[in-house]
């Protein structure tokens, strides 16, 4: 009988949770129209917020707390695609947070419709709360544009890598 008792509060636990909670489900997808037109998904539930960048065109509040941003500007004269997170996003960052970054991570990378891009991830620590954030970028040069996909999380990593990955033109 208490087999039988677990196994109903274990089938109701799951039935609740997949009812109760579909963004952990299912996805969304941003549209831009560009120049140049592309795709980012990310999970359903996510929150539009108030942009804080001139060049963003998507800022979202993930379900959990955490942000992502998805930016789209003139390329920086004289910055490789290889070199953008380093060279240009992290001093922007390490300026907006009066923080000291380290690039931890910058590689090539090929999205799924064929584009080449760059992964890079940047640590850093949040001076307000001294929380060890690491920044996930994926940026790429199409048409003459930077596009960019971010998130600054502190934890659950490959879901935001997932989302800043999930960049298609």
């Given at each position: 009988?208490?087999?039988?008792?677990?196994?109903?509060?274990?089938?109701?636990?799951?039935?609740?949770?997949?009812?109760?909670?579909?963004?952990?489900?299912?996805?969304?997808?941003?549209?831009y129209a560009g120049p140049p037109?592309f795709t980012v998904t990310y999970?359903?539930?996510?929150?539009?917020?108030?942009?804080?960048?001139?060049?963003?065109?998507?800022?979202?509040?993930?379900?959990?707390?955490?942000?992502?941003?998805?930016?789209?500007?003139?390329?920086?004269?004289?910055?490789?695609?290889?070199?953008?997170?380093?060279?240009?996003?992290?001093?922007?960052?390490?300026?907006?947070?009066?923080?000291?970054?380290?690039?931890?991570?910058?590689?090539?990378?090929?999205?799924a419709d064929g584009t080449k891009?760059?992964?890079?991830?940047?640590?850093?620590?949040?001076?307000?709360?001294?929380?060890?954030?690491?920044?996930?970028?994926?940026?790429?040069?199409?048409?003459?544009?930077?596009?960019?996909?971010?998130?600054?999380?502190?934890?659950?990593?490959?879901?935001?890598?997932?989302?800043?990955?999930?960049?298609?033109?």
């Amino acid at each position: 009988m208490k087999k039988i008792a677990a196994s109903l509060f274990i089938v109701l636990a799951l039935t609740l949770g997949i009812t109760l909670f579909p963004a952990l489900t299912s996805a969304a997808e941003f549209s831009y129209a560009g120049p140049p037109a592309f795709t980012v998904t990310y999970p359903a539930g996510s929150t539009d917020e108030e942009k804080t960048e001139p060049e963003q065109v998507l800022r979202i509040q993930y379900p959990g707390g955490f942000f992502v941003d998805v930016g789209v500007s003139p390329i920086p004269e004289g910055v490789a695609l290889k070199d953008y997170a380093e060279k240009s996003y992290k001093p922007g960052l390490e300026k907006g947070q009066g923080t000291t970054a380290k690039m931890s991570e910058n590689k090539e990378i090929t999205l799924a419709d064929g584009t080449k891009a760059y992964y890079s991830e940047i640590s850093w620590t949040h001076p307000p709360t001294n929380t060890p954030i690491v920044t996930m970028i994926v940026s790429a040069y199409k048409d003459g544009k930077l596009v960019y996909v971010d998130a600054h999380p502190y934890m659950d990593y490959g879901k935001y890598e997932k989302i800043v990955k999930s960049l298609k033109f």
